[in-house]
Antibody, heavy 118, light 107 residues
Framework: EVQLVESGGGLVQPGSSLKLSCVASGFTFSNYGMNWIRQAPKKGLEWIALIYYDSSNKYYADSVKGRFTISRDNSKNTLYLEMNSLRSEDTAMYYC???????????WGQGVMVTVSS | DIQMTQSPASLSASLGETVTIECRASEDIYNGLAWYQQKPGKSPQLLIYNANSLHTGVPSRFSGSGSGTQYSLKINSLQSEDVASYFCQQYYNYPDTFGAGTKLELK
């Protein structure tokens, strides 16, 4: 059974940093691209970052480019999202999601909440 | 970026009814479309991919259709467990983009 478990969220002040983690199990993590997708309260879904299976390529939404960094450790089956210079508009539930070959998201974690507020 | 326009924003239907949700892309996405179901307080779950292929374990009352810029999700014989929000997503072109969602409630 595929499982993705996020952690690391919380309440932080504007301008601060936070690092999210996502531990994967139930599939060969090192074979798949992984993503972070967020959902602001009562809002829709926003893809924010993608990392290839071997970390050779990384892509970001314009809204987070230059502030967020996606990374992975295939030896630990873990995906990361380092978030810097956080803003109130970054307040959202953050999901990690496994990427199917064609680009869709076939499995999602339960999500971790990030609240940016003074 | 490809814009995904989803309609309706909300929908109320009775048990056993058939409901249809539409998604329109701002350009041809060549069937690179997925549908997700998100139940209250839960993460999204994949229902349909490649516009009309059912994901593993998804009940057959769900179906997808369409081509070009116009796509739809149909739920036959609505069940109480289908109360959820539904989102479309295009993955034909980077960056992946989602529709705003449709909230389905029971009448």
């Amino acid at each position: 059974e595929v499982q993705l478990v996020e952690s690391g969220g919380g309440l932080v002040q504007p301008g601060s940093s936070l690092k999210l983690s996502c531990v994967a199990s139930g599939f060969t993590f090192s074979n798949y691209g992984m993503n972070w997708i967020r959902q602001a309260p009562k809002k829709g879904l926003e893809w924010i970052a993608l990392i290839y299976y071997d970390s050779s390529n990384k892509y970001y939404a314009d809204s987070v480019k230059g502030r967020f960094t996606i990374s992975r450790d295939n030896s630990k089956n873990t995906l990361y999202l380092e978030m810097n210079s956080l803003r109130s508009e970054d307040t959202a539930m953050y999901y990690c999601a496994k990427r199917a070959g064609s680009g869709l998201f076939d499995y999602w974690g339960q999500g971790v909440m990030v609240t940016v507020s003074s | 970026d490809i814009q995904m326009t989803q309609s309706p924003a909300s929908l109320s239907a009775s048990l056993g009814e058939t409901v249809t949700i539409e998604c329109r892309a701002s350009e041809d996405i060549y069937n690179g479309l997925a549908w997700y179901q998100q139940k209250p307080g839960k993460s999204p779950q994949l229902l349909i991919y490649n516009a009309n292929s059912l994901h593993t374990g998804v009940p057959s009352r769900f179906s997808g259709s369409g081509s070009g810029t116009q796509y739809s999700l149909k739920i036959n014989s609505l069940q109480s467990e289908d109360v959820a929000s539904y989102f479309c997503q295009q993955y034909y072109n980077y960056p992946d983009t989602f529709g705003a969602g449709t909230k389905l409630e029971l009448k």
